[in-house]
């Protein structure tokens, strides 16, 4: 791996594995030469070899002298590493045929639902294309970008903002749990499958990257684990998750590319970022049902935006390791090794939730301590309208305390006095 490039611009030489890359004057040059190709010279960054008419083996490998530099991953470090840039880049003829048969089956899908759709659309800086543009009956536009090879962080993030900043929605594909778009922006995840199978409808299932919210109250009889205590305790708090459709209780049905094609122009579904709570991540992008996030927002009580910058993830800090320059040609070892594997990015479990506390104990005519977060996290928890809501006349927690097979005491509550 390359921890070295020159500048031929500057005409300096780079140490990749230095904090101030070997130049502490030039406080910008990461910044410049982190840029995405796209944005800056192609023939910037040199590999040092050929800079100094010694063997470059890209000449005879399918790959350019000229470099761009990425984030590479060696064990629990995330050193700079200098690549070669390839002479053109092409995915396989397979992935070709799957990225074609994806872009016209959203195509056809949205022209079957009444949709516009186009592909190959331009944003209005042309500086990129979205592969298909499905337009809602209320103007809603949503970007398709398939993505079924390698594209780093900061592409995925430049062509998101760029879409986004001209009114149109990302919703990026992938067939990779490993893909670096996963919560990068918006995301789907289909299955790998063959390209006639695309084009002749065989059933494609969202494996990952829509969720639904589930709401419930922490208690013994629930079928979910406590959220903040450990082992098999339960809290008497009311906790709010998302889960992937297969995790719910009961489970859900599988949503299909075709709905998602539908409800994203529609507006029933949409996205929404959960910032991480602790986890070491960044956050989590999702597509869930607009209900569900109108849902959300009322009971975290604040609405996050997509993001508009990249966060950095615990595990994207670059680490610098201070050695001296490798001035050979490491061409052949661009590639990401089998030792340093991408993690796995499409994780199915819950996203760590959110909890409201336990509510204090409340006296008669009290009822005005109950926040509106309060009272709609109760609704949803106990699946009963806010009106159907009361203080159990025992430990003065919320409860389904009027309607149809209502109570005037909670379970535990009439356990207790059972027991007597």
Known sequence: MANGVW?????????????????????????????????????????????????????????????????????????????????????????????????????????????DADAEVPVANRRSVSDAVVTGPAGLRVGWEIQYHHLSPSSVHRRSVNAVENGITPLWVAKDRMASLIDRAPWARVDDMPWRDIADGKEMVIRGGYRHLEVWRCVASSERHCLVSEGAGHCGAIH???????????????????????????????????????????GRHMWVSAADRALWEEIVDEKTPLPTAPADEDDDVITFAEQEIDRSCRAGEDGWFASDARPLRDLAQPTGGFTLPRLPPQRPGDATRITPVERAAASAALGCPPWELGLC???????????LNAAMYCNVCRAALNGR
């Open 393 to 403: 006349a025992g430990c003065r927690q919320m409860m389904r305390r009027y309607g």
């Open 240 to 282: 709010a998750d998302w889960f992937v459709p297969a995790l719910c209780l009961p489970e859900r049905k599988p949503v299909l590319i075709e709905d998602l094609v539908l409800r994203s122009a529609t507006g029933e579904s949409v996205p929404v970022y959960v910032p991480g709570r602790g986890s070491g991540r960044a």
């Open 7 to 115: 500048h031929t611009g500057y005409g300096i030489e780079i140490n990749l594995s230095l904090p101030d890359l070997g130049h502490p004057y030039r406080p910008d040059l990461l910044r410049e030469i982190t840029a995405s190709v796209s944005e800056r010279d192609p023939q910037l960054l040199e590999c040092l070899a050929h800079h100094d008419k010694r063997e470059c083996l890209s000449e005879s490998g399918g790959k350019s002298p000229w470099m761009f530099i990425r984030r590479g991953r060696v064990g629990g470090r995330r050193p700079l590493i200098a690549s070669h840039l390839p002479i053109t880049h092409k995915a396989t003829p397979e992935e070709s045929a799957q990225h074609k048969a994806t872009k016209e089956r959203v195509v056809a899908t949205a022209g079957r639902y009444g949709l």
